[in-house]
């Protein structure tokens, strides 16, 4: 490149728990730049996971996130005209991205009546270790065990 790498951004911390990370997860449940919605769904999601399981629903959604944040991924990799899956370490800014967005892809995909339902039950779901998004983290967790042949592949 010949431009340096542009600076990150720093993020202002939403008004409720005062964390930049929840204005991140935020800003990615956002659609069509409605972000005062989005605010409005994710806290009532957390309202309805601490009501359910008569715990702080923050601390919930802190421990789901964790929960789906993948340590490995795989990526393609052309060697020699054969195409093959290279086992990965994610560095930690995309595991929370990648996370993030498999919890919102997620929920949105759940049956139920409004975002705020899907979202909590999907919350709820990832903090057991339960759920589509959990799924998916295994999956690609098996994935890279399975191709840990080719590890030697790495750039």
């Known amino acids: 490149m010949r431009k340096q790498r542009a600076k990150k ?9 005062q964390d ?19 605010f409005t769904s994710f806290y ?4 309805k996971v601490s009501d ?4 702080d629903g923050y601390e919930i959604w802190k421990k789901a996130l964790n929960n789906v944040m993948p340590t ?25 991205s990648v996370g993030m967005k498999w919890l919102i892809m997620f929920s949105r995909k759940r049956t139920g009546k409004s975002m705020a339902d899907k979202l909590s039950a999907e919350i709820i779901a990832a903090s057991k270790n339960e759920g589509a998004s959990i799924k998916r983290r295994d999956d690609m967790h098996r994935m890279a065990e399975a191709n840990k042949a080719f590890a030697h592949f790495r750039v």
Do not use: Y
């Not at 951004?9 to 728990?17: E, G, K, Q, V």
């Not at 990370?21 to 919605?37: A, C, E, P, Q, Y």
């Not at 359910?52 to 715990?55: A, D, I």
């Open 52 to 55: 359910s399981t008569k715990e």
């Open 20 to 38: 930049p990370l929840v204005t991140r997860f935020v800003n990615m449940l956002m659609w069509d730049g409605k972000k005062s919605i989005a």
């Open 72 to 96: 490995v991924e795989v990526r393609s990799r052309r060697i020699g005209g054969a195409t093959f899956q290279i086992p990965t370490e994610i560095r930690p800014d995309r595991r929370i």
């Open 9 to 17: 951004r720093p993020l202002s911390p939403d008004p409720r728990f």
């Open 44 to 47: 009532a999601a957390l309202d």
